[in-house]
């Protein structure tokens, strides 16, 4: 086997294992908890769970996707999560090789993981992802041979700035309509946090998505994910989901992003270079 493709192997196996971490720090930190300790244990009976039955996908499968000391079922999510890491990175790894290239993609690709997954389950775009990310999209790029700093810098503040411009209309927008936006369930209490249009986890998660990305994928990922949530939301209004109701946006920019990772300079060039009518 070529080094490629031993590296290919390796960031599969590799994927799957963080995607087990992201889990971690998709549950714990909205809970306020730590990402370090205590050890994995059972959700249900607080049984630690034991090493081999800790091995990423694997281990869920072999138990039968139930506790081994009190027959809890556990949820899909983790394997889910896993496996989706694993073949993200196994994605980067054939398409950088075994470079250094593979490191921020795979880098935004977990950070992406995490937002999905609060950001449908608790509707939290959580500032150590977007913030972080941010900072360290931006502190990558001034290492020699990747993303242009200009165009990290840039690309990041363009993203904020658009999605701030869309929260402030938005405000101005539903001012003239109170309580016209009907907080999901769940989060009747945070009704507060609903009213803007945008929220501020979006508008911080767009400039982390900009300082990965640089300016031409940046635009590609955000148009998928436009595009991707206007889809959706009409799918579900068709199906009777109120318009007042709103959906969480993270997932689809998330989305927009991974496509991006793989297919957006391409993509970028294909449209700038199609002859329009």
């Known amino acids: 086997m070529s080094p490629d493709q031993l590296f290919a192997i390796f960031a599969l196996l590799l994927g799957m294992c963080i995607g087990s971490f992201l889990n971690v720090v998709a549950i714990r930190i909205p809970a306020g908890g730590s990402i370090v300790s205590p050890p994995s244990a059972c959700p249900a009976c607080g049984s630690a769970i034991r090493w081999h039955d800790n091995i990423p996908v694997l281990g869920y499968l072999l ?75 931006l502190l990558i790029s001034l290492v020699p041979g990747g993303l242009e700093p200009l165009g990290s810098l840039g690309a990041s503040a363009g993203a904020f700035l658009l999605f701030l411009l869309i929260r402030q209309a938005s405000l101005l927008a539903l001012r003239r309509k109170p309580g016209y936006v009907v907080p999901p369930e769940g989060c009747e209490d945070d009704g507060e946090g609903f009213t803007g249009g945008m929220g501020w986890g979006d508008i911080k998660l767009a400039a982390c998505i900009g300082a990965f990305l640089g300016p031409a994928s940046t635009i590609v990922a955000l148009f998928l994910a436009f595009g991707s949530g206007a889809v959706t939301g009409l799918v579900l209004m068709a199906f009777g989901r109120s318009r007042r109701v709103p959906i969480p946006f993270g997932p689809f920019m998330a989305a927009g992003a991974m496509a991006a990772v793989f297919a957006g300079e391409a993509l970028f060039r294909a449209y700038a270079d199609a002859r329009w009518p």
């Open 63 to 137: 138990l039968g996707a139930k506790c081994r000391s009190c027959g809890g079922r556990i949820s899909w999510r983790y394997p889910a999560c896993e496996a989706a890491t694993g073949l993200l990175f196994l994605g980067i790894a054939l398409k950088t090789g075994f470079s250094a290239a593979f490191v921020p993609d795979a880098i935004l690709v977990s950070l992406l993981m995490v937002t999905v997954r609060t950001d449908l389950e608790h509707w939290i775009v959580l500032d150590e992802i977007s913030l972080g990310g941010t900072v360290a999209g």
